[in-house]
C-alpha cells in the first residue's frame, strides 16, 4: 500500500508546501505438497515473511525572506524505515533520517547565487553537514552559463543492512557493516539560443566523486551469493551536448553524451589501465502535431554505447571486460 497526501497553504506573504507518504509492505511464503490423484495437500508450512514501512514528510516554508534582491527556504524532511520478518536475523529493525535545510537565492543584476545546507540527523550513523551552491549568469538573450556544487551524504537504508532476499531466483544478503557515502559533486552548463532561429544548444560537464559508494558485490566464495559493499572510491565524469528546435508543430531534441567511469585499477604502479573508460550515448525525439486534428506522431530512438571495466588477473595486470 502506498499513500500519498501533498498541500500548499500561504501565511501572508509565506507559502507552505508540505508532503507526506506512507508506505507498507508485507510479504507472506508459504509451502505445500499436493498429491495430484487425491489433490490432498501434505506438510503446509510457512517459509517466511516480511514486512516494510516507511514513512516520509517534507516541510518547506518559501520566501520566509523576501525582498528585491533576495528570496529564501526553509524546511523540514524526515524518514522512518521499519522493517521486520522472519528474514532478518537480527530482529527488527528501524533507522530514522531528520534533515534541516535552508536555501536562499541572491539576484544581483545578471547573475544569480543561491546557497544552501542541510543539516541531518541518522539513528544509525553519525552525520556531516552538507553544503551546496548555484550560479546562473545570463550574458544577453542567447549565452546563459550556470554552475553548481553539491557536498552530499546517504546513510545506508535498513534494506542495504538487514535484509535478507532469497527466493528461486535472488540470493541477496544485507550486510550490517556498511559504512555511509560521502560525496562532491560539480556541474557547469552554457546554453546558446540562435536568434534567427528557433534552436538552442546545451553544452555541460559533471564531475561525480563518491567515497564509500554502496553496491552489489557477488561473494567469490559462492558465486549465488550476492550482498552490499563499500567501494573505497568511485567517480564518473562526462561531457554532454544537446540541441532543441521548436517551431510551429514540429518538436526535435537530440543529444550525445561520453560518460567516463572511474577504474581502481589505474592507481596500480605501472599500470596501463587508464583513470576513467568512458562510453557514448545519443538520442533523438522527433514530434510533430498534425494541425488541428489532435493527432500526434512521435518517434524516439536511444544508443547506448559498450560499456567496458578493468579487473584483475592473477599476473596483476588489468584486462578490459565488456
Do not use: C
Amino acid at each position: 500500500w502506498m499513500h500519498q497526501l501533498q498541500g500548499e497553504t500561504a501565511f501572508g506573504d509565506v507559502k507552505l508546501t508540505s508532503a507526506f507518504s506512507f508506505s507498507e509492505y508485507e510479504r507472506l511464503s508459504e509451502s505445500h505438497r499436493t498429491i495430484l490423484v487425491t489433490e490432498d495437500e501434505l506438510n503446509q508450512k510457512r517459509l517466511n515473511d516480511v514486512f516494510y514501512k516507511s514513512f516520509f514528510t517534507r516541510q518547506t516554508f518559501v520566501d520566509l525572506v523576501r525582498t528585491g534582491w533576495l528570496s529564501s527556504q526553509v524546511g523540514l524532511d524526515g524518514n522512518l524505515e521499519q522493517i521486520g520478518g522472519s528474514t532478518l536475523k537480527a530482529g527488527d529493525k528501524s533507522i530514522l533520517d531528520l534533515g534541516l535545510f535552508v536555501s536562499t537565492e541572491v539576484r544581483l543584476e545578471k547573475l544569480k547565487v543561491r546557497p544552501g545546507l542541510r543539516l541531518a540527523y541518522n539513528s544509525n550513523y553519525l552525520t556531516v553537514p552538507a553544503p551546496s551552491v548555484n550560479l546562473k549568469y545570463v550574458f544577453n538573450d542567447q549565452w546563459t552559463w550556470r554552475m553548481g556544487y553539491g557536498r552530499g551524504f546517504r546513510a545506508p537504508s535498513a534494506r542495504e543492512l538487514y535484509h535478507e532476499f532469497i527466493d528461486s531466483n535472488h540470493n541477496i544478503l544485507g550486510n550490517e557493516n556498511l559504512k555511509p557515502e560521502y560525496s562532491h559533486n560539480l556541474n557547469t552548463d552554457v546554453t546558446y539560443a540562435l536568434r534567427e532561429a528557433p534552436v538552442q544548444v546545451n553544452t555541460s560537464f559533471f564531475y561525480n566523486q563518491v567515497e564509500d559508494m554502496i553496491t552489489y558485490f557477488m561473494s567469490s566464495g559462492n558465486s549465488t551469493v550476492t550482498t552490499y559493499v563499500n567501494l573505497d572510491e568511485y567517480k564518473t565524469t562526462g561531457f554532454i551536448l544537446t540541441t532543441s528546435y521548436d517551431w510551429s508543430d514540429l518538436k526535435i531534441n537530440s543529444g550525445i553524451s561520453f560518460i567516463g567511469r572511474y577504474q581502481n585499477e589505474s592507481e596500480i604502479p605501472d599500470s596501463e589501465v587508464p583513470a576513467f573508460v568512458f562510453t557514448p550515448e545519443t538520442n533523438t525525439n522527433v514530434i510533430y502535431n498534425i494541425g488541428q486534428t489532435g493527432l500526434r506522431i512521435s518517434a524516439f530512438y536511444k544508443f547506448n554505447g559498450s560499456r567496458k571495466s578493468y579487473q584483475l588477473v592473477t599476473d596483476g595486470e588489468g584486462v578490459q571486460t565488456p
